[in-house]
């Protein structure tokens, strides 16, 4: 059974830092891409990053880029964002998926999501 936990959401500043974790367990992730996706209220939810578990290659959102990394640990199987100059804009609930498929909405696991708030 796939689980994908995320934690180190929290409340920061404009301009602050966070680093998100998603701690992925049950399978070998070995060929799936995993992202990073945002729900803010009443938005749907958006594509933020995600990086190919093998090779280490990663995708950004034009909104993100230059600001947000997206990272992994084999060792750890787990997979980080790390979120510099965060703005007001930025909050939302980060989600980590895990794509062993096609597409996210068909062939992806979902973790719960962890709350990200950014106080201007």
């Known amino acids: 059974q796939v689980q994908l936990v995320e934690s180190g959401g929290g409340l920061v500043q404009a301009g602050g830092s966070l680093r998100l974790s998603c701690a992925a367990s049950?399978?070998?992730?070995?060929?799936?891409?995993m992202g990073w996706f945002r729900q803010a209220p009443g938005e749907e939810r958006k594509f933020v990053a995600a990086i190919v578990w093998s090779s280490g290659t990663t995708y950004y959102a034009d909104y993100v880029r230059g600001r947000f990394t997206i990272s992994r640990d084999n060792a750890k199987n787990t997979v980080y964002l790390q979120m510099n100059s965060l703005k007001p804009e930025d909050t939302a609930v980060y989600y980590c998926?895990?794509?062993?498929?096609?597409?996210?909405?068909?062939?992806?696991?979902w973790g719960q999501g962890t709350q990200v708030t950014v106080s201007s």
């Open positions: 998926a895990a794509r062993y498929g096609g597409n996210w909405l068909e062939h992806a696991y």
């Open positions: 049950g399978r070998t992730f070995s060929s799936y891409v």
